[in-house]
């Protein structure tokens, strides 16, 4: 009896984890293969999302349409220093494509040169063309790359704009810490949710940054999270 209530809990505490878990595949070389698995994969595990490249939308937007599975894709990424009319139109094309959701990489280059009104009406013109569509946006500030000053600024501007969440980086330069999720939460207000990503490849890793303060979990290892592969 001991031994099924434990499974009954460790089931329960699955299904929990799976709803925050952003599956993601952003890889250059996935082919629509390799896209096709990944969607079954995601449709098996009852993952909250999926986070893919803009070139793939339409295609996951139709293998998902009958899911309760969000299509989420990435714009500006990896580095972010496109400039602003190239991210609207990113935006504007993902959207149309079917995405459900936008995560856009900040201006790195230009919040490191204190230019931080450009960074606002960058983030601003983004966050616009998503509210007009009624999608969220969430902005990736790229942590590892920033000082703890500059997390700071970065959340004061996004709380101005209103941004719907702060996304911690891309996994490109370093992971999500503690930390840095205890720092962003500290900083905005309670209606600015949270995504972290980067390096996160354990239950018990994600289960620390959600009691941080983190709404959503971008990993490409959802699957290790969910501890399904043993069972």
């Known amino acids: 009896m001991v031994k099924n209530i434990k499974i009954v809990m460790e089931q329960a505490e699955t299904i929990n984890l799976a709803k925050y878990i952003e599956q993601t595949l952003l890889n250059s070389d996935t082919s629509k293969t390799k896209m096709?698995?990944?969607?079954?994969?995601?449709?098996?595990?009852?993952?909250?999302?999926?986070?893919?490249?803009?070139?793939?939308?339409?295609?996951?937007?139709?293998?998902?349409?009958?899911?309760?599975?969000?299509?989420?894709s990435v714009v500006g990424f990896p580095l972010g220093y496109q400039l602003t009319p190239v991210k609207v139109e990113e935006t504007k094309k993902a959207l149309e494509d079917g995405a459900d959701e936008i995560d856009a990489v900040m201006n790195i280059a230009a919040l490191k040169s204190r230019e931080f009104d450009y960074v606002k009406e960058s983030i601003d013109a983004v966050t616009t063309l998503c509210r007009l569509k009624s999608k969220p946006l969430k902005i990736i500030i790229e942590t590892p790359l920033l000082s703890d000053e500059e997390i700071i600024k970065a959340c004061e501007i996004c709380t101005e704009v209103g941004v719907d969440f702060i996304k911690t980086c891309t996994g490109f330069f370093g992971g999500v810490t503690l930390e840095h999720v205890q720092l962003i939460r500290k900083h905005v207000p309670p209606k600015i949710k949270i995504k972290a990503s980067g390096g996160i490849k354990d239950k018990e890793f994600a289960k620390k940054l959600i009691e941080a303060g983190a709404d959503r979990i971008g990993t490409s290892s959802g699957h290790f999270l969910l501890d399904l592969k043993n069972k």
């Open 36 to 72: 096709e698995e990944f969607c079954n994969e995601a449709i098996k595990y009852g993952f909250y999302a999926v986070c893919i490249p803009p070139y793939y939308v339409k295609f996951v937007k139709n293998i998902l349409k009958k899911e309760n599975i969000k299509v989420v």
